[in-house]
């Protein structure tokens, strides 16, 4: 099997036309504003440090800072100091931004939802697999590939 080939005709189907419309409402589902704020929905209402916001989004904090801003101006974030450590600034969100959050977040499992219905039962199951092995086998080599790069440069 050509696996070049094969990786050429994936790239070409991700990037092909009328994908950029399916990839892009997943897309504005994860990242930016959105991922912010699903990140603090997801942490069960603790308030958490934006440098754990920038570990999660993998952006700087100077990216996660505006984006705070302006999800704070929003009303859906709220900004504090920390009571255990004074130079620490904790954020949570807002009863407003965790509605936000899950409507958002049905929204985007509807629309997946749909298109694995159409996929039928037995495709749409095997199809999450294999994706989810692409992905575990992807971190592994980017992680092994990283490690080679940083040896390279000691």
Known sequence: MDYNQ???????????KGQ????????AYTHGERQVLFYLYKSSGKPVMPSDIAKYTDTSTARVATILNNLEEKGLV???????????????I????????DAQRQKAIS????????????????????????????????CAEEQEEEEKNV
């Open 20 to 27: 950029t419309e399916v990839w892009s409402r997943f897309h």
């Open 111 to 142: 629309h997946v939802a749909r298109i694995l219905a159409e996929m039928g039962e037995e495709e749409a199951t095997k199809f999450v697999q294999s994706f989810q092995n692409f992905l575990e086998i992807g971190i592994k080599i980017a």
């Open 6 to 16: 094969l990786a050429e005709t994936f790239m070409h189907r991700v990037k092909g």
């Open 94 to 101: 807002t009863g407003k931004g965790r509605e936000i959050a």
């Open 78 to 92: 709220t900004r504090e100091i920390s009571r255990e450590d004074r130079r620490k600034i904790l954020v949570g």
